[in-house]
């Protein structure tokens, strides 16, 4: 399943996480996030890939789909 979450701020980085260590991959828009905030949470992204194995890919500018080694990627 893919969970699709438009933080508002890094307070929602929470969520993020969650769903992500729930097993689910997760569609990340920051086109509503702040530019220092939004790097706050790309790199919190990025470590939480790294530690589960995981890729982090960019689909849209501000958009990242953050999936489990598991799922292959589909056009």
Do not use: C
């Amino acid at each position: 399943m893919v969970k699709t979450l438009h933080p508002q701020n890094y307070q929602d980085v929470y969520y993020v996480g969650d769903y992500y260590r729930q097993g689910n991959a997760v569609l990340m828009d920051l086109t509503d996030v702040p530019g220092s905030e939004a790097t706050q949470l790309v790199d919190f992204a990025a470590g939480l890939v790294v530690a589960r194995g995981g890729e982090m890919q960019r689909v849209a500018p501000r958009v990242f789909l953050l999936s489990h080694p598991e799922q292959p990627e589909r056009r």
